[in-house]
């Protein structure tokens, strides 16, 4: 039961324009959650995160929103850059036992044309 | 560069055959992770450490197992290989353990059962 589900496998857009990767989720117990970006050949680089008690969290170009209700959460890249061509996976946590996991979702990958 | 370092980037081997993967950690971070990325799939996290005392469990098989030495690096054995086995696996080190923390990945090591 894949409980990060990352619906698209591949998005296109075009240099300048805004991309929106999205989330969703079925675990209610998950109370963070974060965005990481994977290059070719490399591994995962930390991106942005949230918590539960926010809605939206803003860091330079890259913006993400939380909709608990929904169990939806989506990454905004504005203007979006050749550069941010990569795979981006989202991935939530909660507490289990004393520690916490993280469970990643199949990624998207995102193509900026130039 | 992330600072964690895993070797050997790729391993070929046959089924039935075991293998050890090995993390050496960002310097100074005491947790280590180990997540498994199949074809298609997200990472599934695997196991954790933490100053030597494993912390979590995920989806590991009973095939698999691990360790964190007292230097804090890790190793990952891998037996009795199966062709499903083959996969890319992360190592990625935090400094305490909390998953509110980045996570640093290493490049990974591409494991190939044939």
């Known amino acids: 039961d894949q409980q990060v589900k990352q619906n698209s496998p591949s998005l296109s857009v075009q240099e300048g324009r805004i991309s929106i990767l999205n989330c969703d989720y079925t675990n209610s117990m998950f109370d963070y959650f974060l965005w990481y970006k994977k290059y070719p050949a490399e591994g995962p680089t930390f991106l942005i995160s949230?918590?539960?008690?926010?809605d939206k969290n803003e860091d330079g170009r890259f913006t993400v929103f939380l909709n608990k209700s929904a169990k939806h959460l989506s990454l905004h890249i504005v203007p979006s850059q050749p550069g941010d061509s990569a795979v981006y996976f989202c991935a939530a946590s909660h507490i289990s036992g004393s520690a916490r996991q993280l469970t990643f979702g199949s990624g998207t990958q995102l193509t900026v044309l130039p | 560069d992330s600072g964690v370092t895993q070797t050997p980037k790729h391993l070929i081997t046959a089924t039935g055959q075991r293998v050890t993967l090995r993390c050496s950690p960002r310097s100074g971070d005491l947790s280590v992770y180990w997540y498994q990325q199949s074809l298609d799939q997200g990472l599934q996290f695997l196991i954790q450490y933490y100053n030597g005392e494993e912390r979590a469990k995920g989806n590991i098989l009973e095939r698999f197992s691990a360790q964190q030495f007292p230097d804090l690096h890790s190793e990952l054995n891998l037996s009795s290989l199966e062709l499903g086995d083959s996969a890319l696996y992360f190592c990625a080190s935090s400094a305490t353990g909390t998953v509110t923390e980045k996570l640093f990945f290493g490049s990974g090591t591409q494991l190939s059962v044939l």
């Open positions: 949230i918590s539960s008690i926010k």
